[in-house]
């Protein structure tokens, strides 16, 4: 190390020393600085703490000689509230005292004058009195114990005469007797008894209204075009009647009975509702033969006894119309019964209470028990109605007429989906998510096992088993060919219509159910967790609804594999041959004559078009598109191995490109989805045959790394070799 260095260093350090201790001395006098400001803040402090230790000293006495002052005054208050009570209660006792006298001398007068109001307001006053108070508590109580004696002979003598006068009131049914001692029971305390008796008058007159509705509806002509509903009428004034005697007595029995009695009059009423439903719904089922039906239906003697469709219809829609009132009628009771509770249930929690106990009563009641037994019979004639139904559209579906009058589809698709809109819409209606789930499934087991195999027969029945050797022997073009083409295509369309259907259908009724809950919302909302799960399974059911579209899909595919081996490989065939013979070693000359004639156009391009447009007629535009693209697909690998069968010079390979890009646009031209994609591999044939050397293949493998090139290395080696000008060799050494 260098003594230059050493002193260069030496001094660097030197120079550090002296900055260090300047420093040192400036931070040493900034800390006397530091130590005085803390010192004088310390100082501060301290002062202050002593100011605030004074001040809260005086606040502590301060504090102490209010609450003294205050417990004075609370003391003072306790005593004028407890003076204040007596003072209330002994003005009680004055008023009763009053109030008793009042009642006794009044009661009297009353009873005399039959004023039987006046008298039982009396009682009710007198009942209010603390009696026991006044006896031991008055000093006159000799004249409190005659007052109340005399009040007690009253009450029990009022009570014999409310009852008896309710009594012969209801023997001669005058209403407006019984109306005013309905209004007394509640005075005397007796709300229950009151409330039994008038609902007990109120169905004496129902039982009467009924029976004559009944007996009018029994007596009907079976002529009358009115009798497939008549009991579903009978059903209904029953419904309404009851509507009406609460809406009617509701205001009545809250003014008198106060809130709460309401619920307690309309359950009265629900009992016999119960019953005179029940008495209806025996006669309808006698009347209508019912289990007779069934028991013959179940039996297959519907027809022997003369059991027809239309009648099994009408019957249902009566039984949906009964249920749809029935249930109607439920949700009137519970919210009328809910809005009583609403206005004397004190919290929320009593109310809850209280509204479910109004949902298992009514979910127990008569009529909610005959609405599901009702239902179970809807689901057994429904489903005989939709068996029926669909039996008659297979046997008169009329397919061969339909080709012959140039319809497009068969008669079968719209009876079918008739049918099953309209029983599933009747389903859906009836609110029940059981009964709909229920028809749900039927329907979807009868398209699935019935319906599919029923559209496959017909595609497999249309085509006899020697109409492909007739084809191929030049004999399809009698009437009797064109006509199981014609029968065949209409039920290939026939498959496609009954897809579409399907997915209608289960939009259709996705719509219908949410809009039968959305009007049915009082007891849903009553019955919200219930209905949440009827909703799901629902919805679930029609879900499956569409494995019986993916069914008759499978048919459809099915349809379009006969379509192709009876239609379009005989057609394949002939355009593959005709383009077999088209020569493509074509010299200059050769290759403008090419162009001029078109050979291809003529025997390729021109048979097609006579082919799809005749197609195109016959077919509904989903299986056109369908048949289209089947057609391109199978003609493009069947060129493609004639192709690889054939020998080519330059000019041939523009030739061949040539008739590609003439069949693509032909293609485009008759239907909507783009044909490049399907034309790939002919493309890219025809440029690898237009190379003017065999080095140029290089270049199109250089771009097969974008992942467009359809050709393997090996397949374009094989293309090269059909060009007549290559040498094997030259092919060969290409590494590709």
């Not at 008796?197 to 029976?211: C, E, R």
């Not at 009593?350 to 009702?374: D, F, K, N, P, W």
């Not at 050769?590 to 001029?596: A, H, Q, R, W």
Request: a negative charge; hydrophobic letters at 40%.
């Amino acid at each position: 190390m260098k003594l230059d260095t050493i002193e260069s260093e030496l001094r660097e350090i030197e120079e550090n020393e002296r900055n260090l201790r300047k420093k040192i001395v400036s931070l040493c006098r900034q800390n006397k600085t530091l130590v005085y400001s803390v010192k004088c803040k310390i100082s501060s402090i301290c002062d202050d703490s002593n100011v605030m230790q004074t001040r809260g000293a005086r606040l502590d006495e301060k504090i102490s000689e209010t609450a003294q002052i205050s417990e004075k005054i609370s003391k003072h208050l306790r005593h004028l509230h407890k003076v204040k009570n007596r003072l209330d209660s002994v003005h009680q006792r004055v008023d009763d005292i009053l109030d008793l006298k009042n009642c006794t001398d009044g009661i009297k007068i009353a009873l005399d004058n039959e004023d039987f109001e006046i008298a039982a307001g009396h009682i009710h006053r007198y009942r209010s009195l603390d009696t026991n108070f006044l006896k031991n508590n008055v000093t006159d109580s000799s004249s409190i114990q005659a007052s109340i004696e005399i009040l007690e002979a009253a009450e029990a003598q009022m009570m014999k005469v409310t009852r008896s006068k309710f009594q012969e009131a209801f023997e001669q049914g005058d209403a407006a007797s019984i109306e005013r001692f309905f209004k007394i029971y509640p005075l005397l305390g007796l709300e229950q008894e009151g409330l039994t008796k008038f609902v007990s008058f109120l169905s004496h007159q129902l039982d009467d209204t009924t029976s004559k509705n009944l007996s009018m509806a029994t007596d009907f002509a079976s002529s009358d075009n009115h009798q497939s509903v008549i009991f579903s009428d009978t059903f209904i004034l029953l419904f309404e009647g009851l509507a009406r005697i609460i809406e009617i007595h509701q205001p009545l029995v809250e003014t008198y009975y106060g809130p709460g009695n309401v619920a307690t009059f309309i359950f009265l009423l629900q009992a016999e509702c119960d019953g005179q439903a029940s008495r209806i719904f025996k006669q309808f089922v006698e009347s209508r033969q019912l289990k007779m039906q069934l028991a013959a239906s179940k039996h297959g003697l519907s027809a022997d006894m003369g059991i027809k469709s239309t009648d099994i219809d009408a019957l249902i829609h009566e039984i949906v119309l009964i249920n749809d009132r029935a249930e109607l009628y439920l949700r009137f009771v519970q919210r009328r019964i809910n809005k009583d509770y609403e206005m004397c249930c004190q919290s929320d929690e009593q109310l809850s209470a209280r509204m479910a106990e109004v949902r298992q009563r009514i979910g127990a009641c008569g009529l909610t028990e005959l609405v599901q037994e009702l239902i179970g019979y809807y689901l057994q004639l429904e489903a005989i109605f939709l068996n029926e139904s669909f039996k008659l559209a297979v046997e008169t579906s009329g397919a061969a007429a339909g080709a012959a009058d140039g319809e497009m589809t068969s008669s079968m698709v719209d009876d079918v989906f008739f049918v099953l809109k309209k029983c599933l819409s009747r389903a859906v209606s009836t609110g029940s998510a059981d009964a709909t789930c229920a028809m749900i499934n039927i329907s979807n087991a009868m398209l699935e096992n019935e319906y599919a195999p029923a559209l496959l027969d017909e595609l497999k029945g249309a085509l006899p088993s020697g109409y492909l050797e007739m084809m191929l022997t030049g004999r399809y073009q009698s009437d009797a060919m064109a006509l199981c083409k014609s029968r065949f295509l209409l039920c290939l369309n026939s498959c496609v219509q009954s897809a579409e259907y399907v997915e209608t259908l289960v939009c259709g009724l996705t719509a219908h159910w949410n809009s039968v809950k959305a009007g049915s919302g009082g007891r849903q909302e009553a019955a919200a967790a219930a209905s949440d799960k009827g909703n799901a399974k629902v919805m679930a059911c029609l879900e499956d609804m569409r494995g019986a579209r993916r069914t008759i899909e499978a048919v459809l595919a099915e349809g379009h594999s006969l379509l192709a081996k009876y239609f379009l490989k005989p057609l394949i065939r002939s355009c593959t041959d005709s383009f077999s013979h088209i020569p493509h070693v074509l010299d200059d000359d050769e290759l403008i004559v090419s162009e001029t004639d078109d050979e291809f156009s003529v025997k390729v391009i021109a048979p097609v078009d006579t082919f799809v447009n005749e197609m195109r007629q016959l077919l509904l535009a989903s299986n056109f598109e369908k048949l289209v693209s089947n057609f391109t697909d199978m003609l493009l690998v069947s060129l493609e191995k004639a192709l690889f069968k054939m020998k080519f010079s330059r000019n041939g390979g523009l030739a061949l490109d040539r008739e590609m890009r003439s069949l693509a646009q032909y293609i485009s031209s008759v239907t909507e989805w783009s044909v490049r994609a399907k034309f790939q591999r002919m493309f890219q044939i025809s440029s690898i045959l237009n190379l003017e050397q065999v080095e140029e293949v290089k270049e199109l493998g250089m771009s097969a790394a974008g992942g467009a090139w359809k050709l393997s290395p090996s397949e374009m080696k094989q293309v090269l070799i059909l060009r007549d000008d290559f040498s094997a060799e030259s092919i060969r050494k290409i590494v590709l």
